[in-house]
C-alpha cells in the first residue's frame, strides 16, 4: 500500500479521558500527544506548547497528581487516569492560592509559562507543603520563563505555601 | 524619591492581565481556531548554503486532506528572501515550500512528502571567515560596500557605519597607555516561550486580508506586508493578540507571507504555528559581533581616547545591530572614532533583541575598563566613577545628557553589593559594569474614553510585551481620580486604532504613557469644566479622589464622578480624550550591576552568586514591575554571559548545519541557575515622561555579561574575552596562565 493511501485511512481509537474532574469521550488518532488532545479536541487552550519536546515545561499538567509533560505523553496511554489542567484548578471559591499569590507577587509576565508553573507548584506544595527554597527551585527546574528571572515565581510559591498551611 | 501624594502611580500593583495568565483564559495565537481553518506546514532545507535543482510537490498534493501547496515562486516577492528561497537556499533552516491542510498532523505528513533535491554550495557561518579573501560570498551580485576612506570592502560586506568626534589619532598621542584587545560574542536566540504564530484569512470578494499573530508591532508588520503584496493599508489588518514574550524577535516578517499566500489561494484561514526548532532557524537571532578596542588613557584613569571596529554577523537577509556609538560606554571620552561592518554570512537573520548591540559592545567596553583599571592599580567602581558622563555632557551620539540618576546608579550599586568591605575570599570574585541605554521614543497615540458610569478605558494599538497596559491602566487612574480597577486597557487591532510605532526599544510607559496621560488630562478637564459649572465653582479649584469630584475649598461642594459622566452623555456626549506623538526627547538610562561569583578550579565551572542591580528608571510607575523587568532582564544577561550559544557544524556534504535549535541542546537559564538578585530602583524624574518615568525594560540586560567576565577575573585572574563564558574556556585559561606562570 502506498503511504498516501495508508493515511488516507487514518486509523482512530476512542478513549475516555478523565480530564478536571470530567469524563470526556474522545477519538483520537494513536499518535496524538495529550497535549494535543487537551488543545484541540477539548478546547483546554490553558494548557501551552512551547516546544513539543519536553525540555520547557509550558504544557506541564497532573496525570494522577505528579506534573507531566503532557507534549511526551500519547493521549492513548493516560485513558481512564485522572489529568487536571490550569483550568480545572480553581475552585468554587474562586482562584487557588498559587493563583492568587502568582498576581500579587508579580510572578506573572508573558504568562506563557504561568500555568505550566503554577502546576509544577502545586505538584510540589500537594507533596511538600513547606518546601525549602531549594525544592521549590528544584520542582520548577523543568519549567523555563525568559521574563521573571524566577524571583518572584519563588516567592509566590512560598507564599502560596504559607497560605494553603494557614486555612 | 517616591511622591506621596499619588494615589494609584508608583504602587507595586498586581498587573491587569494577571487574573486571565493565572487562569489560562489569555488568549494567544496558537489558541484562536476559526470555521474552516486550515493548517499550513513548513519545507525546509538542512543545508547552510544549497542551489534548489527541483521541488517536487506532486506526492504531497495526492494525500487526501492536503488542500493547497507553495513554493517560493508563488509568494509576492518571487525572489529568495528570510522568508522562502526560490534558487538558493542561503541558511539552514530556510522555508522552501509550504503546504496547507486539514488538519496539523496531515500538513506535517504532507511536508515530509515533498521532495526537493538541491547543490550543496560551499558556505561561511562565521563573520571573521566570511571577510576573508576566497570565501564563499552570500550575495555575489550585491553592491559593493566602501569604507569611510573609500576604499573597497570584502564582498560579505553588506553594510558600514562610521562614527566620530574629536581626533583620535591627536587624542592617543596625548595618552599615556594604551590598551588593544579584541572581544567576541556569540550568536543567540531571544529565547521567548511562545514560537511564532499567524492565521491569515483572506476575503476573496474584498481582497482584504486579516492576520492575526504573536507581533511586538501590529502596526510596523502591516507596514512591510503592505509593500510585499503591493496593498492598501485598509486591505490588511493586522490583529495583535497576548504575546508569549518577544524581546525583539517579534518585530519583523518572518512567516507571515506563506501563510497570506495560502489563504488566498485556499480562500479559507490559514494556521501555521512554528515549533521551536523552526522558530530558532528561521526567524531571527543575536547575531555574532567581534569588536576590536584601542583606547586611549591617562596615568591618572581619565579616558583620552577610543576607536572602535565592530564586526557583526547579519545572517543571509537581516542585519547586526552596531552600536559604534554606544561602544564608548557611558564615559566622557573627547576622542571617538568607530566603524561598524555588517557581514553576511549563510546563518539566520540577525534582528532585535533586547537592548539590541548594546550587551554586545558593553561587554567589550566594560571589559576593558576593567583591564585598564586593573593596569592602573585602580579600583574598578573608582575609574567608573572618574570617566562616567555628568549633565550636559557630550554622550551617545551628540546628544547633551539629561538630568539623571547614572552617579547614583553607580554608588548604589557599589553600596548594595559591599563593594568596599569586600573580603577576598579562594575562587571568589566580584566585577562591575554599566549598561548605558539612550531609549527610543517614537510614534504613539492613545484614546482615553470616559464611560457613562464614571468607569475608563484605554484603547491604543501598542502591544503590551512588559506590563504597559498596567501602567497605562495607574497614569488613567491616577489622572482620573479613579481606581486602577475601574479602568480597562484594550489593545486595539490596525484597523481600529491609529499607527504606533512597535513596542520595542524601552519606549512604550515612555512615549505610550505620555499620550495615554494626555489623553487623560483631556477627559480630565472637560469632567472639571463640566463638573464646575454644576458645583458653582473654579474647574481649578475642583479635584477629582476616589471617584468624587470635589472642591478643595469648599469640602461640602461634591459630586459623583458616575453622575456627571452620565449627565455628559446629554450635554455634549460622552468625554473622550486623545493624542498623539512623534517623537520625545531622549532620556538615557544606566543599570549598574555588581556580580558575585565561585569558580570551581577543577572544572571551570561558574556559579554567580549573587547579582546587584542599581538602575536609573526615572520612576517607577510599578515598583514591582520594575523589578520584574530587572530581575528578569539580569538572568537573561547571564544566560548570555555564562550558557547560550547556537553552535555551527560542517554538514554532510560542503554545507554546514545549526547542531542545537532546541531547549535540551540550546539552555536557557532555569530556576536552579539562577543567583539572587538584589534590584535597587534608583528615582531621578525626568522632566519629559509621564510622572518622571524613562525606558526600563531593556538596559538591564546589557551589563550583565561583563559584569560576570570582571567577576571572574577577580576570582581566579583569568580575563575571559569571548562569549559565552564556557566552563571549558575557563578552564582552558587557567591552564594557560599556570602554565605562562
Known amino acids: 500500500m502506498k503511504m498516501a493511501e495508508r493515511l488516507g485511512a487514518r486509523a482512530t481509537s476512542r478513549i475516555e479521558l478523565l480530564v478536571n474532574g470530567e469524563r470526556h469521550q474522545v477519538e483520537v488518532e494513536p499518535r496524538e500527544t495529550l497535549l494535543e488532545v487537551l488543545r484541540e479536541r477539548l478546547l483546554l487552550t490553558g494548557t501551552k506548547d512551547g516546544c513539543g519536546t519536553g525540555d520547557c515545561g509550558a504544557c506541564t499538567v497532573l496525570l494522577d497528581g505528579k506534573a507531566v509533560t503532557s507534549c511526551l505523553i500519547l493521549a492513548v496511554s493516560v485513558a481512564g487516569r485522572e489529568i487536571v489542567t490550569i483550568e480545572g484548578i480553581s475552585g468554587d471559591g474562586g482562584l487557588h492560592p498559587l493563583q492568587q499569590a502568582f498576581i500579587d507577587h508579580g510572578a506573572v509576565q508573558c504568562g506563557f509559562c504561568t500555568p505550566g508553573m503554577i502546576l509544577s507548584a502545586k505538584a510540589l506544595l500537594d507533596e511538600k507543603p513547606r518546601p525549602s527554597e531549594l525544592e521549590v527551585r528544584q520542582g520548577i527546574a523543568g519549567n523555563l520563563c525568559r521574563c521573571t528571572g524566577y524571583t518572584k515565581i519563588i516567592e509566590a510559591i512560598q507564599a502560596a505555601a504559607k497560605a494553603q498551611r494557614a486555612r | ?741
Open chain 2, 1 to 741: 524619591m517616591r511622591r506621596q501624594n499619588l494615589r494609584v502611580v508608583g504602587k507595586p500593583l498586581p498587573r491587569v492581565d494577571a487574573g486571565d495568565k493565572v487562569t489560562g483564559k489569555s488568549v494567544f495565537v496558537a489558541d484562536v481556531s476559526l470555521p474552516g481553518m486550515l493548517h499550513a506546514k513548513l519545507v525546509r532545507c538542512p543545508d547552510s548554503h544549497a542551489r534548489i535543482v527541483r521541488i517536487d510537490l506532486s506526492r504531497a498534493e495526492k494525500l487526501p486532506g492536503v488542500k493547497a501547496t507553495i513554493t517560493g515562486k508563488d509568494l509576492p516577492t518571487r525572489r529568495d528572501c528570510s522568508t522562502m528561497a526560490v534558487e538558493v537556499v542561503r541558511y539552514a533552516g530556510q522555508p522552501v515550500a509550504a503546504v496547507a491542510a486539514d488538519d496539523p498532523r496531515i500538513a506535517e505528513e504532507a511536508a515530509r512528502l515533498v521532495r526537493v533535491e538541491y547543490e550543496v554550495l560551499p558556505a561561511v557561518v562565521d563573520p571573521m571567515e566570511a571577510l576573508k579573501p576566497g570565501a564563499p560570498v552570500v550575495w555575489p551580485d550585491g553592491k559593493r560596500q566602501k569604507d569611510h576612506r573609500g576604499e573597497l570592502l570584502p564582498p560579505n560586506v553588506t553594510g558600514y557605519s562610521h562614527f566620530v568626534h574629536g581626533d583620535v589619532e591627536r587624542g592617543f598621542k596625548e595618552s599615556d597607555f594604551i590598551f588593544e584587545d579584541t572581544f567576541v560574542t556569540q550568536t543567540v536566540h531571544q529565547g521567548y516561550l511562545e514560537t511564532h504564530g499567524y492565521i491569515a484569512e483572506a476575503d476573496r470578494a474584498t481582497g482584504k486580508i486579516t492576520l492575526w499573530t504573536s507581533t511586538q508591532s501590529q502596526f510596523n508588520l502591516r507596514g512591510a506586508l503592505l509593500g510585499m503584496f503591493r496593498l492598501a493599508a485598509s486591505r490588511l489588518r493586522v490583529v495583535g493578540l497576548s504575546i508569549g514574550g518577544g524581546f525583539g524577535g517579534k518585530s519583523e516578517v518572518t512567516m507571515e507571507p506563506v501563510c497570506i499566500v495560502l489563504a488566498q489561494k485556499t480562500g479559507r484561514p490559514v494556521k501555521l504555528i512554528l515549533t521551536r526548532e523552526e522558530d530558532m532557524t528561521a526567524c531571527t537571532a543575536r547575531g555574532k559581533q567581534v569588536i576590536e578596542l584601542k583606547t586611549g588613557v591617562k596615568k591618572d584613569g581619565r579616558l583620552v581616547a577610543r576607536r572602535a571596529r565592530i564586526v557583526g554577523d547579519g545572517g543571509a537577509y537581516g542585519y547586526a545591530s552596531l552600536m559604534t556609538v554606544l561602544v564608548h560606554g557611558p564615559y566622557r571620552i573627547p576622542n571617538q572614532e568607530s566603524e561598524g561592518l555588517n557581514v553576511a554570512t549563510h546563518t539566520v537573520a540577525a534582528g532585535a533583541h533586547r537592548a539590541p548591540g548594546a550587551p554586545q559592545a558593553l561587554f567589550a567596553c566594560e571589559s576593558q575598563m576593567d583591564i585598564i583599571a586593573g593596569k592602573l592599580g585602580m579600583d574598578a567602581v573608582e575609574i567608573r566613577r572618574k570617566n562616567l558622563v555628568n549633565e550636559g555632557d557630550f554622550v551617545a551620539g551628540a546628544l547633551k545628557m539629561p538630568r539623571n540618576g547614572w552617579r547614583k546608579a553607580l554608588e548604589e550599586a557599589a553600596d548594595k553589593s559591599g563593594w568596599a568591605q569586600r573580603k577576598r575570599r579562594r575562587n571568589r570574585g566580584m566585577g562591575i559594569a554599566c549598561g548605558p541605554w539612550d531609549g527610543a521614543t517614537n510614534i504613539s497615540s492613545a484614546y482615553v474614553i470616559l464611560d457613562s458610569d464614571g468607569t475608563a478605558s484605554v484603547i491604543s494599538g501598542a502591544v503590551d510585551v512588559s506590563g504597559t497596559d498596567t501602567s497605562f491602566a495607574q497614569i488613567t487612574a491616577e489622572t482620573l481620580g479613579i481606581r486602577m480597577e475601574d479602568v480597562t486597557v484594550s489593545l486595539g487591532d490596525t484597523d481600529s486604532t491609529p499607527y504606533v510605532d512597535g513596542s520595542w526599544g524601552s519606549r512604550v510607559t515612555y512615549a505610550m504613557g505620555t499620550v495615554v496621560k494626555r489623553a487623560a488630562e483631556q477627559v480630565r478637564k472637560q469632567v472639571l469644566g463640566l463638573a464646575a459649572k454644576q458645583l458653582g465653582e473654579k474647574a481649578e479649584d475642583l479635584e477629582i479622589v476616589e471617584g468624587t469630584i470635589k472642591s478643595r475649598k469648599r469640602p461640602g461642594k461634591k459630586m459623583q464622578l458616575r453622575e456627571l459622566a452620565q449627565q455628559a452623555l446629554w450635554e455634549g456626549g460622552p468625554l473622550t480624550g486623545q493624542a498623539s506623538l512623534s517623537s520625545l526627547p531622549s532620556q538615557p538610562a544606566l543599570a549598574v550591576q555588581v556580580a558575585e561569583v565561585e569558580v570551581d578550579r577543577e572544572t571551570g565551572a561558574v556559579a554567580v552568586l549573587k547579582l546587584t542591580n542599581a538602575q536609573d528608571v526615572g520612576y517607577a510607575i510599578n515598583p514591582m514591575s520594575v523589578e520584574g523587568q530587572m530581575e528578569g532582564a539580569a538572568l537573561t544577561g547571564m544566560g548570555y554571559g555564562l550558557m547560550e550559544e547556537y553552535v555551527y557544524e560542517e554538514g554532510p556534504a560542503a554545507g554546514w548545519r545549526l547542531l542545537n535549535p532546541s531547549f535540551l541542546d540550546y539552555r536557557l537559564p532555569t530556576s536552579l541557575d539562577m543567583p539572587e538578585i538584589e534590584s535597587v530602583i534608583v528615582e531621578e524624574p525626568t522632566d519629559t515622561g509621564p510622572f518622571g518615568v524613562k525606558g526600563v525594560g531593556e538596559p538591564p540586560v546589557i551589563p550583565t555579561a561583563a559584569a560576570i567576565a570582571n567577576a571572574i577575573e577577580d576570582a581566579v585572574g583569568v580575563r575571559i574575552k569571548e562569549l559565552p563564558i564556557t566552563r571549558e574556556r575557563v578552564l582552558r585559561a587557567m591552564q594557560d596562565a599556570e602554565r605562562d606562570g
